[in-house]
């Protein structure tokens, strides 16, 4: 009696399979940048992301050969030492940062793939490096902007005086200064400075967004108005960032407003970011039952 046997089913495990082994060495670094500061990390974690999209296309690509595979490790080895080369350019830069990051993602490209396989990278790579260079652009856009914090801070305070708080808004060195008697009795007084305007998140949405689209095939006019929605949308979340900031102060206190202002911005940011990118991806589901909601009306 013959027997069929059934297909033989082979279980890779989790490091032995060649596209998991490099997804988990490239995520290793993360942690090492949240530790130097969560801003620093969430462009680079986009980065990430945009690897794991991508995951599927690159298990397609055959293996790295042995020259090439020598080239990557020695990249990837020389990428913990960047940080000597990015220190004299900018002397803030963490032990570990974006550029080593991206030099180890490129070592890591060149050992698991085979050559062609650095077109898939680009996007990443330059999504990681961008960020590097985020507080350089912040630093050369500071003379331009400057003098758009009191406007800015005008703003703030026409927010605050709607949801009921008598703030008011005097200038000292040119630092425009918002001040209003807490629920306490006490004055809570927060200088606007530059940072307050949140250049720094709109340059990171601006880095992620053009990646992004980079990516997408979508016609040029629906990239626009989603970057014009976005840019908007980013510049209403730090008016209410700075809005909850000063609410937490007039509520709670300078010491809860103070907790409030270190993760707010990074909680607020990474929630826009993902709705945004959500509603972007859903854009021709949302689109055809816009049109369907205004048919019924009219």
């Given at each position: 009696?013959?027997?069929?046997?059934?297909?033989?089913?082979?279980?890779?495990?989790?490091?032995?399979?060649?596209?998991?082994?490099?997804?988990?060495?490239?995520?290793?670094?993360?942690?090492?940048?949240?530790y130097?500061?969560?801003?620093?990390?969430?462009?680079?974690?986009?980065?990430?992301?945009?690897?794991?999209?991508?995951?599927?296309?690159?298990?397609?690509?055959?293996?790295?050969?042995?020259?090439?595979?020598?080239?990557?490790?020695?990249?990837?080895?020389?990428?913990?030492?960047a940080?000597?080369?990015?220190?004299?350019?900018?002397?803030?830069?963490?032990?570990?940062?974006?550029?080593?990051?991206?030099?180890?993602?490129?070592?890591?490209?060149?050992?698991?793939?085979?050559?062609?396989?650095?077109?898939?990278?680009?996007?990443?790579?330059?999504?990681?490096?961008?960020?590097?260079?985020?507080?350089?652009?912040?630093?050369?856009?500071?003379?331009?902007?400057?003098?758009?914090?009191?406007?800015?801070?005008?703003?703030?305070?026409?927010?605050?005086?709607?949801?009921?708080?008598?703030?008011?808004?005097?200038?000292?060195?040119?630092?425009?200064?918002?001040?209003?008697?807490?629920?306490?009795?006490?004055?809570?007084?927060?200088?606007?400075?530059?940072?307050?305007?949140?250049?720094?998140?709109?340059?990171?949405?601006?880095?992620?967004?053009?990646?992004?689209?980079f990516?997408?095939?979508?016609?040029?006019?629906?990239?626009?108005?989603y970057?014009?929605?976005?840019?908007?949308?980013?510049?209403?979340?730090?008016?209410?960032?700075?809005?909850?900031i000063?609410?937490?102060?007039?509520?709670?206190?300078?010491?809860?407003?103070?907790?409030?202002h270190?993760?707010?911005?990074?909680?607020?940011?990474?929630?826009?970011?993902?709705?945004?990118?959500?509603?972007?991806?859903?854009?021709?589901?949302?689109?055809?039952?816009?049109?369907?909601?205004?048919?019924?009306?009219?």
């Amino acid at each position: 009696m013959n027997q069929t046997k059934p297909p033989s089913t082979r279980v890779y495990p989790l490091v032995g399979s060649k596209l998991n082994s490099f997804l988990i060495l490239a995520f290793a670094p993360l942690p090492i940048l949240f530790y130097f500061g969560l801003l620093s990390a969430v462009i680079p974690l986009y980065g990430f992301l945009l690897l794991l999209m991508k995951s599927q296309k690159l298990f397609t690509f055959k293996e790295a050969t042995t020259t090439q595979k020598i080239t990557g490790l020695i990249i990837l080895v020389g990428s913990f030492f960047a940080y000597f080369a990015v220190v004299h350019i900018y002397p803030k830069a963490a032990f570990y940062t974006n550029a080593n990051y991206a030099a180890y993602i490129l070592g890591l490209f060149l050992i698991f793939f085979e050559l062609k396989t650095l077109k898939e990278s680009i996007s990443p790579l330059i999504l990681i490096t961008a960020a590097t260079s985020s507080a350089l652009i912040s630093q050369m856009l500071q003379p331009i902007l400057s003098p758009y914090t009191n406007n800015l801070a005008q703003i703030v305070v026409s927010v605050l005086r709607l949801v009921g708080i008598n703030a008011s808004i005097y200038s000292r060195s040119n630092i425009p200064i918002i001040t209003f008697p807490s629920l306490s009795g006490t004055t809570v007084s927060g200088a606007f400075v530059y940072e307050c305007i949140g250049i720094y998140s709109m340059i990171a949405f601006s880095i992620i967004l053009t990646v992004i689209l980079f990516e997408d095939p979508s016609s040029p006019k629906v990239k626009l108005a989603y970057s014009i929605i976005g840019l908007i949308g980013t510049s209403a979340l730090n008016i209410l960032r700075i809005t909850i900031i000063f609410v937490t102060n007039y509520f709670y206190g300078a010491e809860a407003g103070g907790t409030i202002h270190y993760i707010i911005g990074y909680a607020l940011f990474s929630a826009w970011i993902v709705a945004f990118l959500y509603a972007y991806s859903k854009r021709q589901f949302m689109r055809a039952k816009l049109i369907s909601i205004w048919k019924r009306i009219v």
